[in-house]
T-cell receptor
């Protein structure tokens, strides 16, 4: 069963705009991670935020975590065509990752 | 830097056949995870190994088995293949001692097609 749910399911934006996607989960977590996947290819680790952290930045990525609401958000600023991909959140409960359904992001030039 | 290696990258099998997928973790990583991603779906955890022992089990069918060998590589054995087994199978590795990151590093995946 799915641990997390993501919204929106799909997002279409233009280059230069920001993209925000949200993830909700159900159980206690050790940390939450975001991954990117280009169509039918491997999963690329983007960023990890621990359960005792509230916000984290990495380049154009900003992740927030609200453990009281069991939710996280991923913000991609100044998007580029190369950001076109599916983005998954994954919760880590002591080892195994449980993925959300993913948000498909399309960035048009 | 060395990454997780999976072989084969593509595999086509008939129903009821068997398949073996191999995973070679990043050097010095002692933990291996297997995930299955069906078409248009999110990855689902199958099974994991730490130091050659099974450490956790997810939604892995009884027709599947896996093990981790002394050199830390892992194999996922799939028997009596069904059409629904067609998916992308990912292996990921991590180092239990490297608790700084808790990051799992994914391989490129093996695309299994069952005809």
């Amino acid at each position: 069963s799915q641990q997390g749910e993501e919204d929106p399911q799909a997002l279409s934006i233009q280059e230069g705009e920001n993209a925000t996607m949200n993830c909700s989960y159900k159980t206690s977590i050790n940390n939450l991670q975001w991954y990117r996947q280009n169509s039918g290819r491997g999963l690329v680790h983007l960023i990890l935020i621990r359960s005792n952290e509230r916000e984290k930045h990495s380049g154009r990525l900003r992740v927030t975590l609200d453990t009281s609401k069991k939710s996280s958000s991923l913000l991609i600023t100044a998007s580029r065509a190369a950001d076109t991909a599916s983005y998954f959140c994954a919760t880590d409960s002591w080892g195994k990752l449980q993925f959300g359904a993913g948000t498909q992001v399309v960035v048009t030039p | 830097a060395a990454g997780v290696i999976q072989s084969p990258r593509h595999l086509i099998k008939e129903k009821r056949e068997t398949a073996t997928l191999k995973c070679y973790p990043i050097p010095r990583h002692d933990t291996v995870y297997w995930y299955q991603q069906g078409p248009g779906q999110d990855p689902q955890f199958l099974i994991s190994f730490y130091e050659k022992m099974q450490s956790d089990k997810g939604s892995i069918p009884d027709r599947f088995s896996a093990q981790q060998f002394s050199d830390y590589h892992s194999e996922l054995n799939m028997s009596s293949l069904e059409l629904g087994d067609s998916a992308l199978y990912f292996c990921a590795s991590s180092s239990y001692l490297d608790r700084r990151t808790d990051t799992q590093y994914f391989g490129p995946g093996t695309r299994l097609t069952v005809l």
